[in-house]
């Protein structure tokens, strides 16, 4: 190698941070991966001098657009919209797309990097993207959201297709949002072309148990976890952030599977419910009726809401943020370590600040990262896209299996990848980055210089 793994890495780092300036998430995604490569790139030095970092980091495309729409009192609004396609050497970008006041160029940059590695991970052909932007959903009546989701597709629709770039379901987008989306790209082309979006209606090419995956996939991660050190699930104490889609399925598999989950939470703050979870109360509050977590404590009232505080404070066994981005910094990790903590496995991504992954690194928890933990989602997303292909509709228990097969395989790769680089089995961080750095790196090498 013309320098050391290090410099090289710094030398990626700098050129990153010039390039794009002010994108502090996009810049912070972008290190927490590449510095734990160091092992690989000393064991493969052809990623160097086919510049495997420098064409990495670079999204092959990215989309930034007006979205025009009307609200329901005739008055006008414009928000941005974007896509960024980031790696398409596996196949079509993959990945979802984001309504909320946060989003912005930074933001979906940070996610579609990510999505390049937890995508490699599932094994499926499938590339790194995402999208969004920066509209609130909440408090916008139906017709708004219609309004706006045919806008933003109107803007998108020329980028995208079943081979070409398949968006799907985030925070602020699920199944009525992917409807509206999906019904105006067929509007706009003409065609009932189902594989260009996932998270549909079972109904019309929809995957069943797509709904539960990601809360799912991450229970199923975390099980990996602690079988390698002898425990499972069954009695543990779990503390849960959010109470979307991702939440509110690991609490129901949690439960299944003899857990004991505690809390969950949204933007007007945390419920500590001692019982344990009361999931159709829940399901109620959030699927049927939209609600907030207080309402949740209005009907039963042994559980307690917070307004302050911190929901990581609850000690538990397990801890799965599964909110939004740099829900736990490195005092909230500390308190989790203190209160006995075993296992912390992200269902948002970069749940963790960099400083709080420090703290996990240096104890002895088990700490499994987005990009492995929450990957069930779009390993789903994948096996619909497999069933549009096909034009058919699988069960729910052969998808769940499937579902199943594939965490446990992101678990064995992380924990092969970390031994072979790192010498231990369970830095799964280093396991998970490794794994699928070499998967998309040897692609990109088998496909030239492009």
Known sequence: MSSTANEYIESVLSGLTVRNPGEAEFHEAVAGVLTTLAPVLEQHPEYQDAAILERIVEPERVIHFRVPWMDDAGKYHVNRGYRVQFNSALGPYKGGIR???????????????????????????????????????????????MRFCQSFMTALYRNIGANMDIPAGDIGVGAREVGYMYGQYKRLVGQ????????????????????????????????QMLLTRGEDLEDQTVSVSGSGNVAIYAIERLLQLGARPVTFSDSSGWVYDADGVDLDLLKEVKE????????????????????FGSIWDVPVDIALPSAVQHEINADHARTLIMNGVKAVAEGS???????GVDVFDDSDILYGPGKAANAGGVAVSALEMQQNSARQSWTAEDVAERLDLIMEDIHRQCSEHSMKYTGRPDNYVAG???????????AMIAQGLV
Do not use: C
């Not at 549909?200 to 975390?222: D, I, P």
């Not at 991504?349 to 400083?355: D, L, P, Q, V, W």
């Open 432 to 442: 998970s980055n490794a794994a699928g750095l070499v998967r998309v790196a040897d």
């Open 349 to 355: 991504n970069m749940s963790t600040t960099a400083g």
């Open 99 to 145: 309504f909320h006041p946060s989003v912005s160029a930074s933001i979906v940059k940070f996610l579609g990097f990510e999505q390049i590695f937890k995508n490699a991970l599932t094994g499926q052909q499938i590339g790194g993207g995402k999208g969004g932007s920066d509209f609130n959903p909440a408090g916008r009546s139906d017709n708004e959201i």
């Open 288 to 307: 049927v009726y939209r609600g907030r977590v207080a309402d949740y404590v209005e009907e039963r009232p042994r559980a307690e809401f917070h307004t």
């Open 192 to 223: 009932f072309e189902a594989g260009v979006l996932t998270g549909k209606g079972v109904g019309w090419g929809g995957s069943r148990v797509r709904k539960e995956a990601t809360g799912y996939g991450l229970v199923a991660f975390t099980r």
